[in-house]
Nanobody, 126 residues
Framework: QVQLVESGGGLVQAGGSLRLSCSASGRTFSRYAMGWFRQAPGKEREFVAGINWSGSNTNYADSVKGRFTISRDNAKKTVHLQMNSLKPEDTAVYYC???????????????????WGQGTQVTVSS
């Protein structure tokens, strides 16, 4: 069982930066691939970035490549999403999620993730 709590969302102007954090409870955090997803009003939840259990492999949606960076600290049971050069189209609720995978593989479909946080709002003004 893993419980996830996101933090770090807020309101920022276009071109600005935010750093999202996700804190996990449970003893087996290092056995999970972690992902960040987002959902804008009227749209489906979409994959943003993922990181494998050890942190050696990452994956990004094309829309955020070069602007967002995902990282994790297994000792602190945290995963971060550094978001730079933010655009108004990045506005959404951002969710942290965990998938029980010990491999280099990072799943993209939301259905592959067993545990989800409550989400944190990110609003980018133009």
């Amino acid at each position: 069982q893993v419980q996830l709590v996101e933090s770090g969302g807020g309101l920022v102007q276009a071109g600005g930066s935010l750093r999202l954090s996700c804190s996990a409870s449970g003893r087996t955090f290092s056995r999970y691939a972690m992902g960040w997803f987002r959902q804008a009003p009227g749209k489906e939840r979409e994959f943003v970035a993922g990181i494998n259990w050890s942190g050696s492999n990452t994956n990004y949606a094309d829309s955020v490549k070069g602007r967002f960076t995902i990282s994790r600290d297994n000792a602190k049971k945290t995963v971060h999403l550094q978001m730079n050069s933010l655009k108004p189209e990045d506005t959404a609720v951002y969710y942290c999620a965990a998938a029980p995978i010990i491999a280099n593989y990072i799943p993209v479909p939301a259905s592959s993730y067993n545990y989800w946080g409550q989400g944190t709002q990110v609003t980018v003004s133009s």
